[in-house]
């Protein structure tokens, strides 16, 4: 499984998940995660359809990068880890 995140410095529920991810992606080293800038990634952004009106946006994709899953705001990390969990070996 990998995550997409997609940001913005600007984004002031971007600075809430930023250390909740870092403490996710300790705790859980197999997980691959690639962060994307809303303004700069214009290609990636378009191709998920991110809209800056509902960043932070966690994309979840399986083994063959289709999307299962896709979260909007400020996610609690105790959500998070478990999304995580029960989608671990899609």
């Given at each position: 499984m990998k995550v997409l995140k997609f940001g913005a410095v600007?984004?002031?529920g971007c600075l809430?998940?930023?250390?909740?991810w870092?403490?996710?992606e300790k705790e859980t080293p197999w997980?691959?995660?690639e962060y994307f800038d809303f303004d700069k990634d214009k290609e990636i952004i378009a191709k998920y359809g991110i809209d800056?009106?509902?960043l932070p946006v966690f994309v979840f994709?399986?083994?063959s990068e289709k999307e299962i899953l896709r979260l909007?705001?400020?996610v609690e990390k105790d959500e998070l880890l478990k999304v995580?969990?029960?989608?671990?070996d899609k």
């Open positions: 600007w984004c002031n809430v998940m930023r250390p909740r870092q403490e996710i997980l691959k995660t800056s009106g509902v994709l399986d083994k909007s705001g400020e995580i969990a029960e989608n671990k």
